[in-house]
């Protein structure tokens, strides 16, 4: 029993993580632009406007996939938790692959926003 509530809040992590740092980056992202903390990619880092507008959008972005994942992860972990652990272990192994999907494919999606609202040098397009 400890084990499959283990399971269950250890499957909860990736989306409490996106939101947490959704929200932490829509109100207060990291001010000047470092290679340790924040949403670092080359076209982000380019220049200020660039490091602000990937915060903000990725914030938000993962605030919207962080609540979605966060809601059915809670609702397949509640459906699978009496069920045997090699059913209950499938579940969750999809789960936390699909949380990862998520995760990777909103750098696709921030990045692509990035392009159509920057130049290759970080410049606001008009």
């Given at each position: ?7 269950f809040?250890c499957?909860l ?8 740092f ?18 670092r990619?080359?076209?982000?880092m380019?220049?200020?406007e ?12 993962w605030?919207?996939l ?7 992860s ?9 069920s045997d652990d ?12 699909i949380?990862?999907i ?8 921030v990045?692509k ?5 920057f130049d290759?040098?970080?410049n606001?397009?008009?």
């Amino acid at each position: 029993m400890r084990f499959k509530i283990f399971i269950f809040v250890c499957n909860l992590i990736i989306p409490a993580i996106m939101l947490f740092f959704g929200v932490k980056f829509t109100k207060h992202g990291p001010k000047n632009i470092n290679g340790i903390y924040g949403y670092r990619t080359s076209m982000s880092m380019k220049s200020k406007e660039t490091w602000e507008f990937a915060h903000q959008y990725s914030g938000m972005l993962w605030i919207k996939l962080g609540f979605i994942i966060l809601i059915i992860s809670i609702i397949f972990s509640v459906l699978v938790f009496t069920s045997d652990d090699v059913v209950q272990g499938i579940i969750e192994v999809i789960l936390v692959t699909i949380q990862t999907i998520a995760l990777i494919v909103s750098i696709f999606s921030v990045e692509k926003e990035l392009k159509k609202n920057f130049d290759k040098n970080g410049n606001i397009r008009n």
